[in-house]
């Protein structure tokens, strides 16, 4: 069986298994993303939440667990955002889109994905979020769907004329995507973040680097089993996050 295959089955069941919303849930933690910047990743937002909308109530506070139920939620949302963004491009621009490189369509996809997080990183927020998604308890859910980021963006970007982007190649892309958002992370000024073009600049020399790469050599070298694979994308965001998110901001990751 294809590995690309492989690990896309593996992390998508586990995906499912231990993070399936329910319609109270999905309500409630909506509610309570926009509540985030004030009050950070905390029961204190979801409080926020219910007592500023009538329909919630509060003993629906309990369906929450703060802090990971509202990252690995707002992830799950800024995918599905982002898929509509890509699918947009594909259907209504595809003439545009046609024109455009590989490095180019990747270059839009992350950026587009990075900038869904403007409100959270204006509000410095988004470093708790990151130090916290690479704890040793919620790591692998973090890198898994990392990984369904990247396949909706190489599934919607790839050229229709080349094979399908190899697990290791989808894998080096979740990595250069990792480093760009703490490229933008780590910038002093918060206001500036997105108005600042050295961010952008980056990745896309990580991409064409990449790029460039991959048709020069024979990007295989990835371990045949699933686990492992699963094993090492979630290494991969351990140490990228962990440490370099807790280096720069040590004294404020949020604990339960």
């Known amino acids: 069986m294809h590995r690309s295959f492989v690990l896309r089955t593996v992390l998508s069941r586990n995906s499912r298994r231990c993070f399936s919303w329910s319609a109270p849930q999905v309500q409630l933690l909506r509610a309570s993303l926009p509540h985030v910047p004030a009050y950070g990743w905390t029961q204190d937002a979801v409080a926020a939440a219910v007592s500023s909308n009538t329909r919630l109530s509060v003993a629906a506070t309990g369906l929450v667990q703060a802090p990971y139920d509202l990252i690995a939620f707002c992830m799950d949302e800024w995918n599905d955002q982002l898929r509509q963004i890509l699918l947009e491009r594909v259907n209504n621009y595809a003439e545009e889109w046609g024109t455009l490189s590989l490095v180019d369509r990747l270059h839009f996809a992350f950026s587009t994905r990075l900038k869904l997080q403007h409100e959270f990183l204006k509000a410095n927020r988004w470093h708790e979020a990151m130090a916290v998604g690479a704890r ?27 094979a399908s982007l190899n697990a290791l190649e989808q894998f080096s892309l979740g990595a250069i995507y990792v480093a760009a958002e703490l490229h933008l992370v780590s910038s002093n000024d918060t206001m500036t973040r997105f108005e600042d073009d050295e961010t952008w600049a980056f990745l896309r020399q990580q991409l064409i680097q990449w790029d460039r790469l991959r048709n020069t050599t024979t990007l295989t070298a990835l371990p045949e089993s699933a686990a492992t694979v699963a094993y090492v994308s979630s290494t991969l965001v351990s140490s990228l996050t962990s440490g370099l998110a807790s280096l720069m901001f040590p004294s404020e990751i949020p604990r339960k």
């Not at 308890?137 to 970007?157: A, D, N, P």
């Open 136 to 162: 040793p308890e919620y790591v692998v859910t973090t890198s898994e769907k990392l990984q369904t980021m990247v396949e909706t963006v190489c599934s919607l970007c790839q050229e229709n004329t080349k």
